[in-house]
């Protein structure tokens, strides 16, 4: 149950190791900057930025309950607004580590369910990659695969339309193998692992996984190891913001 739990409570892999942004200072000083930061956050609610670095330092006061509360309150008085329900999913995921088991899981429901309203109010890559890889921790008994591919797709899609080609979107073709990969459909793995290497030459996990894609139970290990629920998911946005 305990192993159940841990793998589906992480529901954002982006790295593994927490930010240097949440280690930096100590507990109270992170505490103090609090206020300073939710203003920032609600004169503007769509901002990534501030959103991200108030939640980097909410981890390191933990103050979760509050940023929770910060970001119901910010919903409500800007319900349209797609970024600040993405980053109230997040204040969720950020949650998750200091919650028992069986409430780690009610928080990874909490987060899908604000990412899905983010994406209900604006389609966008980031939102698409988030929840679709989200869905790709869970154990595959629970068939979130399939709707993490569709989200992925979706993100995949985006990306291929955009003119500059961001090195962050490798992350959605990197995922979207992952996803085909879990719903046992190695051929289309690879060709998206492959399209994702000719857009981003040189992307050393689309070349990890190419590399691996003629042994299925190798490639099988070496994925479940990039999507080990038992590593800290580090959530701050500003890579997938700031970017190429």
């Known amino acids: 149950m305990k192993r159940i739990a841990c793998a589906v409570l992480l529901t954002l892999a982006v790295c593994t190791v927490l930010p240097a ?4 200072g100590t507990p109270a000083e992170a505490a103090a900057a609090l206020p300073r930061l939710e203003a920032a956050v609600a004169a503007d609610p769509e901002n990534l930025r501030a959103a991200s670095a108030y939640r980097m330092a909410v981890i390191q006061a933990g103050e979760y309950d509050r940023c929770i509360a910060f970001f119901e309150k910010l919903v409500t008085d800007h319900p349209q607004a797609a970024n600040a329900w993405l980053n109230f999913g997040f204040a969720y995921v950020d949650k998750i580590p200091a919650a028992g ?6 928080l990874a429901n909490d987060a899908l369910t604000r990412f899905s ?3 209900e109010i604006r389609k966008s890559w980031l939102a698409l990659f988030t929840r679709g890889n989200s869905y790709l921790y869970w154990p595959v008994i629970f068939g979130r695969a399939p709707l993490g591919v569709a989200d992925l797709e979706e993100a995949v899609g985006i990306a291929r339309r955009e003119e500059k080609k961001r090195r962050v979107y490798a992350r959605s073709f990197i995922a979207l193998g992952d996803g085909y990969f879990k719903t046992e459909q190695l051929d289309k793995a690879k060709a998206v692992w492959q399209e994702g290497l000719t857009l981003f030459p040189g992307e050393p996990q689309l070349q990890a996984r190419l590399a691996r894609s003629g ?3 190798e490639l099988g290990t ?9 590593k800290r998911v580090d959530t701050d946005l500003l890579p997938l ?3 190429e």
């Open 241 to 243: 913001v700031e970017g």
């Open 222 to 230: 070496y994925i479940n190891e990039q999507l080990d629920p038992n």
């Open 21 to 24: 942004a949440a280690r930096a």
């Open 117 to 119: 309203k983010s994406i």
């Open 215 to 217: 042994n299925a139970e």
């Open 101 to 106: 088991s069986i409430t780690q899981v009610i």
